[in-house]
């Protein structure tokens, strides 16, 4: 999905690292440069903010038996529907925007040249290598795993996500002392805050294995402990119409069977609420109306269903999804070994602030008063609950709370680990390091509300037209968020 969230969270953003390039209006030039957006520019409402020439092609999601329906649905629950869900103002509904070309999902490897970039496949980097050089230390390349060395003719640029590129520079040095001691490994560059601020989204969508804790648990770097689940699942009238995926009669597409996107903020009180229990110091820029708290999507069929739980696949059901997307929790990647085949310790201390928990209660009564509505009614028989876990509109907050527990798991979207502001600055150059950069979603030091598809191509593009400096022989790359066991090397 291709969004971009809320231009005041790029303001924010801008405020934190005090240049104004990284606020809204500094990065929409860059936005514009990755997209061809999927209408002509005299047919496109606020075609200013679109670009009509870029790698990433974008479409809108098809239309579905129920599209009518559920649009109704939001109106009757007073929810503002948008002509444009990537202006810069995305709070209301619309239907969701995807990176679609040639009738094939668009991954920005095929969308982008890598004709001159080399690829190493299935090798892991050791560390980053520092030299000191007229008292400054400098990155001159990498080694690998296995030993092989790698010279960087400019400098050096890790983008191994949120979980992989912490444990790189703690590997290579550059960290907390105390930690780095505890592992025998020489402090070089010393920033207590590598690895820490770790983000990440709660995502209510299918029963989670509730022998976890909801609030802190220790997971490994591939988090696979922690499949989504939670989903509101809802049960149709008249499945033999073919309003759902399972159903013989729903129509055949290439693409998944979803369309409607909500952006909800949650009410000012209710977060003044949490802010008070949370005893934050400072007002939050997160209070008002101008944040986007939470995402509701709609799914034509059961998702993100787990094996304990008994979901019909046969077009009886159709599945609302929510999301925390601005967090407040803060958690932590660190490292018990300098072998870099050893997964990093992850405690992502989710839903430690009661912020993050009104946001989700609301985001869930969102979804239920869209779907009590007469619209919505005339389709939809009632919830499809899992046993002893029944909510309603009149659930109380700790009964909200007791099915938030044990069914929710991660959205797969950390970052904050080496962000800007403590470990780099707004050019993405590690503090005290000359010729090594990040970029990737580490560098954030507060979560987007948007998803991070489209986040992880901007930086690069910004970067890269920011300095002339920024191209380099060596790029230490794995995916944008680290779920690959290994890290591939582009080598231009």
């Known amino acids: 999905m291709w969004t971009r969230g809320h231009e005041e969270d ?69 929810v503002h529907h948008l002509a444009d869900v990537n202006s810069g103002q995305p709070l209301g509904v619309a239907r969701s925007i995807w990176t679609w070309h040639q009738a094939t999902r668009q991954a920005a490897g095929m969308a982008y040249d890598m004709s001159k970039v080399h690829i190493v496949a299935n090798t892991m980097v050791g560390k980053i290598l520092l030299e000191k050089k007229d008292q400054k ?8 795993a296995d030993g092989k060395v790698y010279q960087a003719r400019k400098e050096v640029i890790v983008s191994c996500g949120a979980f992989r590129t912490p ?49 802190r648990q220790e997971v490994r770097a591939d988090l696979k402990a922690s499949d989504p689940s939670t989903i509101l699942y809802w049960k149709l009238k008249h499945p033999e119409e073919g309003l759902a995926i399972g159903s013989s009669n729903f129509p055949k597409k290439k693409v998944g069977p979803a369309e409607w996107v909500f952006t909800g903020s949650v009410p000012e ?15 939050s820029e997160r209070i008002g109306e101008i944040r986007c708290h939470y995402e509701i999507t709609i799914a034509y069929g059961p998702v993100g269903v787990p094996p304990n739980m008994k979901v019909p696949m046969d077009g009886s059901i159709i599945s609302t999804g929510t999301v925390c997307f601005l967090p407040t929790s803060r958690g932590s990647v660190n490292i018990i070994s300098t072998d870099p085949a050893e997964d990093p310790v992850i405690d992502p201390n989710y839903l430690s602030t009661e912020h993050d ?13 869209v779907m009590d509505t007469p619209a919505a009614k005339e389709q939809v028989e009632c919830q ?109």
């Open 10 to 78: 790029f303001n924010e953003l801008g405020r934190i690292v005090d240049d104004h390039r990284w606020t809204y209006k500094g990065i929409l030039p860059y936005f514009k440069r990755t997209e061809t957006h999927f209408a002509k520019s005299e047919e496109t409402p606020n075609a200013e903010e679109h670009g009509f020439a870029g790698p990433i092609h974008t479409v809108p999601a098809p239309e579905w038996p129920l599209t009518e329906t559920i649009r109704s649905a939001f109106a009757e629950a007073g």
């Open 137 to 144: 230390c400098v990155a001159t390349g990498i080694i690998t």
């Open 167 to 215: 444990q790189i520079l703690m590997m290579s040095g550059i960290g907390n002392p105390d930690q780095l001691h505890s592992i025998g490994v020489e402090t070089l560059v010393e920033i207590p805050q590598v690895g820490q601020n770790l983000h990440d989204r709660k995502y209510l969508c299918g029963p989670y294995d509730s022998t976890h804790s909801a609030s």
């Open 269 to 283: 009180n209710e977060l003044a609420l949490a802010r008070e229990k949370d005893k934050e110091v400072a007002p």
């Open 357 to 369: 928990w009104a946001v989700l209660r609301s985001a869930l009564r969102q979804a239920m008063k």
């Open 384 to 492: 499809f609950q899992p046993e002893g876990f029944n909510i309603g509109l009149d659930s109380t907050d700790e009964e909200l709370n007791a099915r938030i527990r044990p069914f929710s798991g991660t959205w797969y979207y950390p970052g904050g680990t080496a962000a800007m502001g403590s470990v780099v600055d707004s050019e993405c150059r590690i503090y005290g390091v000359q010729g090594l950069r990040v970029v990737d979603a580490s560098i954030l030091p507060k979560p987007l509300g948007a998803h991070y598809q489209g986040m992880k191509l901007w930086p690069l593009c910004k970067m890269k037209l920011m300095s002339r400096n920024f191209s380099s022989d060596l790029r230490h790359c794995g995916t944008s968020f680290g779920y690959d066991r290994f890290g591939t090397f582009l080598n231009d």
